[in-house]
């Protein structure tokens, strides 16, 4: 079966031929690999035979200017087109710090929305042109990468505190930026669908936990955020697909209401910060694709991650409705040996 064919039957909560094996690897864990014995030219995906997923981006950045402050043998700091000042790290793999935020008051958001424009500029149409044809002709699964929510507001554009602050203090402000945001994904994706470029999916990041609890209540999320997610997945049903939603950390306690807003799919589920797939699987499984949730920290221990996949695998498998991959992403201290061993063992426990 094709990549497509696979995952199309777990949306539909039929059995494949396996479980699709969808997963990122850091940059460092691909160097890693590739020094250890895979070619250096090849896509890792097809060296491991796991499947391949296509995704389009658009741009519904702000556009501010992206300019180099400062850089050294360490790290580079510079600015980005959501106005963020960045001090970004030059070894693979590592996480840049945040240093000043443009767009922190309701008054520097008008800005920052004025320019938000809907433009065809805003798609990158030559790299659809060419590798729409490729993706289909593969049996690619092709995602629309959407990008709207808090995930967005407090990591890239505003900050975490002003965010969380501004959700209590200045809640008309904040939804405004998360409608604006979906609004221009709606616009752009809308240009490419009607263009012919057809996707199978919308999917999008909004990390709403961290370990063992969210970053606001659920309260708050029935309030202000799940009426945005609403209007996004009624789109994608609207267009005869699915939505799939990435959060990070633990989301247990909004589960149901998750549900209620009519996401399809779920992705990572998150083990270490506290979500649960097999409870997920027995109360939600008919209902959710579940994506992700094998524990990223057992990976470089053969004998334990084996183990966890059979532990997991055959009961988030049953009746369809599962994608394999890791709780969050395939660390660098997998090595290329592991890690073909785990893709082995899915592809065995995995099998229909």
């Known amino acids: 079966m094709t990549t497509y064919e696979r995952i199309s039957r777990m949306y539909a909560h039929q059995e494949a031929d396996r479980v699709p094996i969808i997963d990122t690897p850091w940059q460092g864990t691909v160097s890693r690999w590739r020094r250890e014995g895979m070619p250096a ?99 690619q699964w092709i995602s629309a990468s959407f990008w709207f929510g808090f995930d967005v507001s407090h990591s890239w554009m505003s900050g975490t505190e002003t965010i969380l602050v501004a959700m209590l203090e200045e809640p008309e402000w904040v939804s405004d930026m998360w409608n604006t945001y979906l609004d221009s994904c709606i616009a752009l994706f809308d240009m490419v669908w009607d263009a012919g470029y057809h996707f199978d999916e919308i999917n999008w990041p909004d990390d709403m936990g961290y370990r063992e609890r969210t970053f606001f209540s659920p309260q708050l999320y029935r309030e202000l955020l799940q009426p945005i997610q609403k209007r996004a997945v009624d789109w994608a049903h609207n267009h005869g697909i699915p939505a799939r939603l990435h959060s990070c950390g633990d989301i247990m306690s909004i589960i149901p209401d998750v549900l209620e807003t009519g996401i399809d799919a779920l992705n990572p589920l998150e083990v ?78 995995g099998k229909y």
């Open 41 to 139: 030219n090849a896509d890792w995906r097809d060296f491991f035979e796991t499947d391949k997923c296509a995704s389009i981006g658009v741009d519904i950045s702000p556009r501010f200017e992206v300019r180099e402050i400062e850089r050294t043998d360490r790290y580079v700091i510079s600015t980005t087109p959501w106005g963020v000042t960045l001090k970004n790290f030059l070894h693979e793999d590592s996480t840049p710090e945040f240093l000043d935020y443009k767009v922190n008051t309701s008054e520097a958001w008008k800005e920052a929305k004025a320019r938000m424009t809907h433009t065809r500029d805003r798609v990158n149409w030559e790299y659809l042109a060419n590798a729409y044809p490729r993706w289909r002709a593969e049996g």
């Open 272 to 349: 270490k910060a506290g979500m649960e797939p097999l409870t997920l699987k027995k109360k939600y499984g008919d209902r959710l694709t579940l994506h992700g949730g094998i524990n990223a920290v057992l990976w470089d221990d053969r004998e334990a991650i084996i183990s966890e996949i059979e532990r997991l695998v055959p009961v988030l498998k049953e009746n369809g409705g599962y994608i394999f991959a890791s709780d969050h992403s395939i660390p660098n201290s997998v090595s290329l040996e592991n890690f073909r061993a785990i893709i082995d063992e899915v592809k065995r426990v």
